[in-house]
């Protein structure tokens, strides 16, 4: 099942551009919102998350926003660097039914390719 | 520190073969996450256990699918009868606290490839 959209598939940026990945969701009831940066042949690593009552978060370079009337979230990450060249997944944590613990329903993933 | 460690890093297994597979979770995390991952695509969620308590099973995808985590550390994610559709990466993850918003650490994964 496919709860949240992200595009594009793919993203070839120069160095010190400005790279855009966006992300819709479509539950209401989702209460977190992280982006995981996964490296090839390595597992998935946190890079920033938001709340829903938030609508932007900056760390660094890389920065959430978030519009939550229109169920969508995208990451920017500014004066991108060949070592950002990665693969970029949003995420969603749903609360339902009593569940307290963080089940990550993940993106489809963006490539991200920055040159130099 | 150590972090999340997966074994083996590779693993090829002939169709119908039984396969498991390790997962040694940073010490003294409380939530242990298992991913399937395909190739090209975002992980997908398989179990999840607080401690030694296996929380939700609502990912695996069959009943050959089944995951240990018997002294709350170390656990072990069980394929019987393996199928070529089972080829993947397998994602481990741990958390320190058991709540929603905990970061979870992924391991490196284990590739595995049924023939």
């Known amino acids: 099942q496919q709860q949240v959209k992200q595009s594009p598939q793919s993203l070839i940026v120069q160095k010190g551009g400005i790279s855009i990945i966006n992300c819709a969701y479509e539950?209401?009831?989702?209460?977190?919102f992280p982006w995981y940066q996964q490296f090839p042949g390595k597992g998935p690593a946190l890079l920033i998350a938001i709340r829903p009552d938030v609508s932007e978060k900056k760390e660094g370079r890389f920065t959430i926003s978030f519009n939550k009337s229109a169920k969508q979230f995208s990451l920017h990450i500014m004066d991108s660097q060949p070592g950002d060249s990665a693969t970029y997944f949003c995420?969603?944590?749903?609360?339902?039914?009593?569940?307290?613990?963080?089940?990550?329903?993940f993106g489809q993933g963006t490539i991200l390719t920055v040159h130099p | 520190g150590a972090g999340v460690s997966q074994s083996p890093r590779y693993k090829v297994a002939k169709r119908g073969q039984d396969v498991a597979l390790r997962c040694d979770p940073i010490s003294g995390h409380v939530s242990l996450f298992w991913y399937q991952q395909a190739l090209g695509q975002g992980p997908e969620f398989l179990t999840y256990f607080q401690n030694e308590a296996q929380l939700d099973k609502s990912g695996l995808p069959s009943d050959r699918f089944f995951a240990e985590r018997p002294e709350g550390s170390v656990s072990t994610l069980k394929i019987q009868r393996t199928q070529q559709e089972d080829s993947a990466v397998y994602l481990c993850a741990s958390g320190s606290t058991g709540d929603l918003q905990e970061t979870q650490y992924f391991g490196p994964g284990t590739r595995l490839l049924v023939l």
């Open positions: 995420n969603t944590i749903l609360r339902a039914g009593g569940t307290s613990y963080g089940k990550l329903t």
């Open positions: 539950n209401t009831a989702f209460d977190y």
